[in-house]
C-alpha cells in the first residue's frame, strides 16, 4: 500500500475523524481485489444452487431457514473475531497482514470516518481475496461429495456467513456516515445491519466492547461473558501477549 496527500476537504476535516490521506493498493493487491469481488457472486449463487438443489432432492429445504440465521450469526462472530485480533496483537509493520489488516482496524480508532470515502472495491475487495478460494474450495468438496446431506447444510451456512462477511465492512462503513441512504437507515432500524449508536460505544476509550461490527447481534452476549478478555487471558497462558502486554515489558 502507498499513501499520498489526500484532497483539501478531507484535511480541513482532520478532527471530525478524517486522516487526510488517501491509501493505494498496489497493482497485484488491486488486481486481485477487482477480479475477486466479480468472481464472489458467482460463486456465492453457485454454492446455493448447488448444496439448495441437494435439500431440494431429500425434501429438507426447510433447513435453509436454519441456516440463514446460522450464516447472518457466524459472520459477526467472524467480524468480532477478527476486529479484536487485529486492535489487540501484532503491529502494524507484520508482513502482509499488518499493512492489510493490523493498520486499517487500528487507525480506523484514530480516523473512524476516513472509512467513509472508501469505495465498493476498498471496502469488499480484501475480505473477497479470501472468500473466492474458500467458496471455490465449496464448490469442489460438492463436486467430489454430492450426496452428503451435512455437506450441502454446511456449505449453505457457509456462503452465508461469507456474503455476511463480505458485507461487514459495508454496513460498518454506513455506521460511520453522516448522512447514509435511506435504505441502509432503514436496516440500521431493524437492527439487521450494525446500528451507529450500538458500534459508537467501541469508539469510545478503552475500546474493548462491541467488536462484532456486521449487525451486532451478539455483541450484548460476548460483552457480559466477557469473551474476548477471557480468550486474551487463556492465550497469555499460552505466551501469546496482546501487542500492549508486549510494549509494556520492551517499553
Ligand atoms: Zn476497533
Ligand atoms: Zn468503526
Redesign the pocket.
Known sequence: MSASPGNKSFARNASSGYSGIEEHSGPLHSFLEHSTLLIFPVVFVLNLHWAGSRLYELELLWLVALAVPLGIIGGDFISGIV??A??TYGSEDMRVIGPSLVKP??L??VYPRDICTHGLVETTGNVCILAVPALSLCLYLMWLMPDSLLLAFSVISFALMAAATVATNQFHKWAHQESPSAFARWLQRKRLVLEPLHHKL??TQP?DVN?C?TNGWLNPLLNKLKFFRRLEMALGFLGIKTDSQRRRISG
Request: no cysteine; net charge neutral; proline share 0%.
Open positions: 476486529h479484536w487485529a486492535d482496524f487500528r480506523h480508532h467501541h469508539h475500546f467488536y461490527i
